[in-house]
């Protein structure tokens, strides 16, 4: 019963269950003692099955009962709270005046009657005391681009207080990063510019705002002061790169005022190596065996202008897997080339396709100063060939996909390419669980799988496919052994198709009346609600929370989007074993040895034999006869898986980060809704967070907006 033949553990069958998910937040995440805590969920009830979806849990669900835990693990209360019919809940506590600093929890139960799992949820916050920072920084480009290779620009910080003036001869450090990146110019969507890597690869850069950027880089420190407005500029200059591709500058400044608070801002620029840029672009990722690739070319400008009559050189290679030092590497073999001149609309370049495996397309174009820019795509090509193994070792499966996401009704096409030939696979479709699974063959070294996509499959589907075959032995060097029996082989590829729920995102509009006040102003918060569509959604619960954006600073708040909560990926809850890894394989040279002594000894012994059966037949008169023997056949099973003079002052006393905290609003007919907002006396900009989900269960948005409260004039006091 065991999975491995050392093994002595037993097959157990898995019986998916429901579970619940759970959305917390809290209003601002870190609090001073004695401060109240506002807390608002909602919880749904995700199906543990294949077919699982998102929904509403129902009345089976009727309270959440919460403990909050203080930092040194003592309880500071307790409580229950009622469920409403859309999941929700909300509740507020008051921290005690001597309560421990650090980190706090709340322990949320469900009371339900679902028998599911996730019956239990942690929200985490903070207990700190703190100083409110008094102002913020940002990072600009302050020359105007665009930005070239060999030229130069002109960075800028700017310290301001969050009610408005700015800071001062205040301490100023840089950090400047450069590293590769890529740039699309607008307007040409479909086409790649720069290195393109798969977005299916585990490698995969980062991105820093519109910037493409990969990993690693060159770092530069810097020192300087603010000046009487609050900046401080930095001039940097560029030197020309090693590659003809474009550079990401990263300038990262932290200002330090004379209280010693410290913040930060960054911002980043481009640095082009040319003034044109050249587009690649083709229909597929992949096409079969002789059909020729055709590459569209687009010559452009950094605003993303057609350029035309600019000569583009344009090489496809195949890549072919070569033994050298030790280890197998890709090198460019079969070079095509193709010159052809830029037009107002894209032009073609046709290559040919007599071999399958990867193709790299590379494009240059030059700029009227000499300057060179590169473009370059990898394509595949039915039937190529992946390096061979020595070993009954599980080989990789190359899987590629037609498209990066995919909504439903469309239908996924995947290129599958087999590291050996022939082969039988099994392809197996699972989310949560198996959906189904097929049987196909490779006779050629790949084929292609389409795979329709429903919404039942959001927001992904998992893909795996196991391949069966033998593939030729070879030596330590990499050579063929044509003398030896080919060894047993198998292979294997998984993929996650992306399927975001864009359908069940809800667009919500924030606009307050008023987008700057006095403080102890009161405003009036719009909101308005709608689907997929653009259609109005009535009688949704929207949660509305302003902050004082100064105290959110402290740990970077960011209240979380609940489609990216309730639509995380789903696994496929498959395990797969193999057999074929419990084969020793002898040593090949060795066995070509013996097997060519064996052929010796069977060709000696059978001339013995034949001489002995000579002899006898000359002594004896007759022989004997003999009975045939019996010959015992089994069948194979086949088996798949803004105040006048004359007013008094007012004395601001209400400082309270928290304006409002509307945990439960609905929408009405036309989708809109509507939340009064009396400000406290902060002289701050708050922050506008609103979270709506609709009565269906399953759609859910949020979005943001500000408001500043300030005054003409302020006096800000610091000691010595």
């Known amino acids: 019963n065991s999975a491995y033949y050392w093994g002595d553990e037993s097959w157990q069958r898995y019986f998916p269950n429901d579970y619940l998910r759970w959305y917390v937040f809290d209003d601002r995440q870190m609090y001073r003692p004695g401060e109240e805590v506002h807390v608002k969920g909602w919880i749904r009830l995700i199906g543990g099955k294949q077919d699982g979806d998102v929904g509403l849990p129902g009345s089976n669900l009727n309270a959440v009962n919460y ?25 507020v506590f008051t921290l005690p005046e001597n309560v421990n600093l650090g980190y706090a929890y709340i322990e949320l139960h469900a009371e339900n009657r679902l028998g599911a799992d996730g019956q239990y949820y942690s929200h985490e916050f903070q207990i700190q005391e703190f100083r409110r920072p008094e102002f913020e920084v940002t990072a600009r480009n302050e020359s105007t681009g665009p930005y070239f290779a060999g030229g ?8 301001d207080y969050y009610a408005g003036g700015p800071l001062p001869n205040a301490e100023v450090s840089w950090m400047v990063s450069t590293s590769e990146t890529n740039y699309s110019p607008p307007s040409w969507p479909d086409f790649t510019f720069g290195i393109w890597e798969p977005w299916w690869w585990y490698y995969a850069p980062y ?32 030197g020309q790169p090693d590659e003809p591709r474009p550079q990401s500058v990263l300038a990262e400044a932290t200002v330090m005022d004379v209280n010693r608070q410290a913040w930060a801002g960054n911002t980043s620029l481009m640095v082009h190596p040319a003034e044109l840029y050249v587009g690649l672009r083709s229909d597929k990722y992949f096409v079969e065996r002789g059909t020729p690739l055709e590459i569209e070319l687009i010559v452009t400008d950094l605003d993303g202008n057609p350029i035309e009559d600019r000569p583009i050189q344009v090489s496809a290679a195949r890549l072919d897997w070569t033994f050298d030092s030790g280890r197998w590497t890709e090198v460019e073999v079969d070079p095509q080339e193709c010159t052809v001149g830029s037009q107002s609309e894209s032009v073609v370049c046709t290559f040919e396709t007599p071999i399958g495996g990867k193709y790299q397309i590379t494009a240059l174009v030059n700029d009227e100063l000499g300057r060179l820019n590169k473009s370059q795509f990898t394509r595949w090509v039915s039937g190529g060939e992946i390096p061979p193994a020595r070993d009954v070792e599980q080989e990789s499966v190359i899987l590629i996909p037609d498209q990066e996401d995919y909504q439903p009704g469309e ?21 949560s669980g198996i959906l189904y699974s097929e049987r196909f063959e490779i006779t050629d070294g790949s084929t292609t799988l389409a795979i329709p996509i429903e ?9 795996q496919v196991d391949l069966v075959g033998n593939a030729p032995r070879t030596s330590d060097q990499g050579e063929l052994l044509p003398d030896v029996e080919p060894r047993p ?9 992306n399927i975001p729920p864009l359908q069940r995102t809800l667009d919500l509009e924030v606009i307050p009346r008023d987008t700057e006040l006095e403080p102890g102003g009161e405003t009036t918060i719009f909101v308005a609600l709608k689907d997929s569509n653009g259609q109005p959604v009535s009688n949704a619960e929207i949660a509305v929370v302003v ?62 034999t034949v001489v002995e059966m000579e002899e006898a037949a000359m002594e004896a008169p007759a022989a004997a006869p003999m009975e045939k023997e019996a010959g015992l056949a089994a069948d194979e099973a086949d088996s798949g898986m803004g105040q006048s003079a004359d007013t008094p002052i007012a004395v601001r006393m209400d400082f309270n980060p928290l304006a409002t905290f509307s945990p439960e609003v609905r929408t009405d007919t036309n989708g809109e809704a509507r939340v009064e907002v009396k400000l406290p006396d902060n002289l701050t ?3 506008i967070m609103v979270v709506a989900v609709d009565e269906g269960g399953n759609h859910f948005g949020s979005a943001e907006s500000n408001l500043t409260a300030r005054l003409p004039l302020m006096v800000r006091p610091a000691a010595p």
């Open 489 to 497: 082989a198998y292979a294997s590829g998984s993929l996650s198709l």
């Open 67 to 91: 403990t909050i835990w203080g930092p040194q693990g003592n309880e500071l209360g307790n409580g229950r709270v009622d469920v409403n019919t859309l999941g929700g809940f909300d509740f």
């Open 685 to 687: 900009r708050y922050r």
């Open 411 to 431: 239908t996924a096409q995947i290129l599958v390419q087999s590291p050996f030939n022939f082969a039988e696979g099994m392809l197996t479709v699972s989310r």
């Open 152 to 159: 130069q620009a002109t960075v800028a910080v700017e310290a």
């Open 547 to 608: 902050v004082d954006e100064a105290i959110l600073a402290l740990t970077n708040y960011q209240l979380v989007n609940p489609i990216t909560v309730f639509y995380t990926q789903r696994g496929s809850d498959v395990r797969s074993h193999y057999s074929r890894a419990s084969i020793v394989l002898i040593d090949p040279q060795t066995l070509a040895d013996e097997i060519a002594n064996s052929q010796n000894i069977v060709e000696d012994r059978l001339g013995e």
């Open 207 to 238: 991105f820093e705002g519109d910037i493409y950027v990969e990993y690693g880089g060159d770092y530069q420190y810097f020192e300087g002061v603010t000046d009487a407005t609050g900046n401080h500029y930095l001039n940097l200059e560029f």
């Open 455 to 463: 919404e039942a499959h959001i927001p992904n589907l998992n893909i």
